[in-house]
Nanobody, 125 residues
């Protein structure tokens, strides 16, 4: 079973930064693309960012381009999300997942349907 543990969230002011971490279990981490998703109250869970198996290719939803950076350390089985210039609209619970990334259609989805507990990000105005 996939085990994912997100951390690093918190309460910040607009314009501040946070760095989220996702620790993943299993020996196949380095063979899979990883992604970050978020869900605000009353809204659907949405894709935020993805990174391919070796960290050389990334993909972001338009609303976070230029502000968020996804990265990974395969030796640590960890994926990160550096979030800069945070806005109140970024407030949500953030989740990571092993993903299937269809580059032809620009679609990213949870590969196994497993999620971690999520980490809360709250941005005040």
């Amino acid at each position: 079973q996939v085990q994912l543990v997100e951390s690093g969230g918190g309460l910040v002011q607009a314009g501040d930064s946070l760095r989220l971490s996702c620790a993943a279990s299993g020996p196949t981490f380095s063979n899979n693309a990883m992604g970050w998703f978020r869900q605000a109250p009353g809204k659907e869970r949405e894709f935020v960012a993805a990174i391919n198996w070796n960290g050389e290719d990334t993909y972001y939803v338009n609303s976070v381009k230029g502000r968020f950076t996804i990265s990974r350390d395969n030796a640590k089985n960890t994926v990160y999300l550096q979030m800069n210039s945070l806005q109140p609209e970024d407030t949500a619970v953030y989740y990571c997942a092993v993903v299937l990334w269809n580059r032809d259609y620009g679609l990213v989805r949870n590969k196994y349907g497993y999620w971690g507990q999520g980490t809360q990000v709250t941005v005040s105005s």
